[in-house]
């Protein structure tokens, strides 16, 4: 299995833009949106936990839907980014 590689500044700034963009459109969901936050920031789960004063576990679960977090976790996370959350129109499926 491959090691992580940290991203360059310039990779943690893109990579924060282009998930800014997707928070706008209504396009950054969960369980997907925890990972790539946590990789926007160019942190292992880790790092990430420690600076949520959460468990590597937690996140892990989190990041991978088997986690039922509460409003006050997703909030933190959502914080990190200056997301707030909230409900979006759902969009539609493929016919």
């Given at each position: 299995?491959?090691r992580?590689?940290?991203?360059?500044?310039?990779?943690?700034l893109?990579?924060r833009?282009?998930?800014?963009?997707?928070a706008?459109?209504?396009?950054l969901?969960?369980?997907?949106a925890?990972?790539e936050?946590?990789?926007?920031?160019?942190?292992?789960?880790?790092?990430?936990?420690?600076m949520l004063?959460l468990?590597?576990?937690?996140?892990a679960?989190?990041?991978?839907?088997?986690?039922?977090p509460t409003?006050?976790?997703?909030e933190?996370?959502?914080?990190?980014?200056g997301?707030?959350?909230g409900f979006?129109?759902?969009?539609?499926?493929?016919?």
């Amino acid at each position: 299995m491959a090691r992580w590689k940290k991203p360059t500044k310039e990779e943690i700034l893109e990579n924060r833009r282009t998930l800014a963009k997707r928070a706008r459109t209504g396009d950054l969901r969960l369980p997907g949106a925890v990972a790539e936050i946590r990789k926007g920031f160019g942190m292992t789960q880790e790092e990430f936990a420690k600076m949520l004063s959460l468990t590597r576990r937690q996140v892990a679960e989190i990041e991978a839907g088997s986690a039922n977090p509460t409003l006050e976790t997703l909030e933190k996370i959502g914080r990190l980014f200056g997301f707030g959350v909230g409900f979006v129109p759902k969009q539609p499926g493929p016919t």
